[in-house]
């Protein structure tokens, strides 16, 4: 699946993932390759993005909010305040502060 975060200041993160966690308002919840279309509202906590490899991804000034976990090297961590994600047609996208 594709996921996109995009924050007031830029674009975050942008490629193919295995899957992602959120911080829900009702709990954290993943979304995994063809899953359904969903609508929702993010709490602040922590986005964990899992992903196959990492050598395509770049790790510069403007992405300084994505962190590798320090205990899976095929995970990413970015910690948000508030957002609202859309998933629809194995496209994940997230609107982050």
């Known amino acids: 699946m594709y996921l996109e975060i995009v924050s007031p200041e830029a674009t975050l993160f942008s490629s193919e993932v295995d899957s992602v966690a959120v911080p ?7 979304m995994l390759n063809n899953h359904a ?21 770049v790790f510069d000034e403007l992405h300084a909010k ?5 205990d899976d090297d095929n ?3 970015v910690s948000i305040n508030s957002g609202t994600i859309e998933m629809k047609d194995n496209k994940l996208i997230i609107l982050a502060d």
């Open 24 to 30: 829900g308002i009702n709990g954290e919840f993943q």
């Open 37 to 57: 279309p969903v609508v929702s509202i993010l709490k602040s906590g922590t986005i964990k993005i899992h992903t196959h490899t990492q050598s395509h991804l």
């Open 66 to 70: 994505v962190v590798p976990h320090n």
């Open 75 to 77: 995970v990413l961590t």
